[in-house]
């Protein structure tokens, strides 16, 4: 008996692993509904189509594995557009399905019109329309391929009659539509690289996302050269926070003695990353980036190497070809720094440093310590990032996903939808300020509904902080009334949704709360009301911009006087 387009279409992403499809159902995608209806895929109905383009951009990220969402004619693909630049824009593999009215109805003015090739080129690697049966095979074939080719975001536009067609000709090649093979380095690179760390005296090696799943390699490595190892927040996750060699992040979400060592050392050795803050990179030209992506090299700051390769096996040849040092005073310097900075964030991370106002850093820590060895954080974008990226305490086999790349507000309970829909018995820890979940906050009905677990922790400061602190980082008097806004109850929100809601106050509460919320058997909020005004750690800060600090602070004193 011969399939439908759509038939063909489930019957492939299937036949690949692909096990949900995250979508909001409508008209011209019952079809597509049908064929999932039948098969072995699950279908998660969302509440809002971004919604589901995060759940797929989770899953991609997280597994290196293609994600699926659909949205239908109109504005149900319109949705999708925000979520899927988060796939876009850390190179996650994820097929976007737009519904579309029948073929007839085209460049008529027809009702909920539009242009979904146009519309999804920026964010998609490949787009196209099936416009007919016979074309359906090859295209869907593509659309998968380029996703993984990138990786990235591939949009397939779906016309309902298209979709109810019958098939011609079967679906061929299934099995080259995977992940992308590792890219081996250039000898002569490696000769280069090899040449420049053995000339080096001391020498800081940076991890970013590339480096998921290569901790021994890398700590072999930081052994021979005697090289501290330095991470991105992407790559925060890669090994334990207590290896003595995992020395902590770059940046804002970083530390000062990381800052201090990379601007130091003789030489960085950039591996896997792209790491986009030119300010907090060396500018004397001795570095070394390996990248995948030739495109990626030297674009960030002067570089006097670039490799194209993948990290594994650059790694293991640089491991072969570099003289082993015995010199470990600059390792031992940046050691001594780093406990001092470790010293730093424990105190202020201790409940008890405030008898009655509760500090964001003491909830970061807590959850980092009564969380699951095997749990995923998922973390969204605002101040709240800079409290989970500098107090979580990753032990090495937990992951961590955010929008780091993308770094937008309101991504993380989708995003944590879709990987706790890939194993509902794991923990999957969402951490979030509360201008972030009240975007989207539909999608924990989506995680209710679907019997997805996970656990909400939200920082309520009843205000936007990351913009208090941007606009007073250029001297401007923060704007109140845009800024701060009142919140609903957020645990009895939870309760009314079916699930479970706790509320802390105070920091005497905290463990509990949390305590119980991780031992609950669904989706459960925690409302951590923090101290609004509390201050980040700067690893390093320019003197025009502590002036401008300055500046917005003696503003704020003389409005809170006159008015």
Known sequence: MSQTVAEVLVDVLERIGVRQVFGLIGD???PLGDAVRKSKIEWIGVRHEEGAALAASGQAKLTGRLGVCAGTTGPGSTHLVAGLY????????????????P?????????????????FRDVSLYTQTIVSAAQAPGVIHQAIAAAYAGPGVAHLTLPQDVLSSKAEGAMSSVATLRPRAEIVPNEADIDDAASRIDAASSIVIMCGAGCRGLADQLGALSDRLKAPLVHTVRG????????PRWMGGLGMIGTKPVYHAVQRCDLLVMIGTDYPYSNFLPANGNVIQIDERPLALGRRTPTALGITGSARPTIERLLEKTKAKADAKFFTHVTHERRQWDEMLDKQADPARSRDRLHPQAVARSVSDLAASDATFVFDTGLNTLWSGNWIRQNGTQRI???????????????ANGVQSLDRTKQVIVLTGDGGFNMLMGEFMTAVHHKLPIKVVIFNNSALGLITLEAESVGILPFRSAIEFPNPDFAALARACGAHGFSVKQPGGLTAALREAFACDGPAIVDCV??????????HIELEQAGNYALAKIKEAIVAVTG
């Open 86 to 101: 988060e796939a876009s824009r850390d190179h996650a593999p994820v097929l976007a399905l737009s519904g579309e009215m």
């Open 236 to 243: 925060k996750e890669i090994m334990d926070y207590k290896d």
């Open 530 to 539: 923090v101290v609004p005004d509390e201050m980040p750690n700067m690893p």
């Open 401 to 415: 996903i955010g929008s780091f790349n993308n770094a937008a507000v309101g991504t993380a309970v989708g995003q």
């Open 103 to 119: 073929r007839k109805m085209k460049g008529i003015d027809f009702f909920q019109t539009t242009e979904p090739d146009l519309l």
């Open 28 to 30: 011209s995608l019952n």
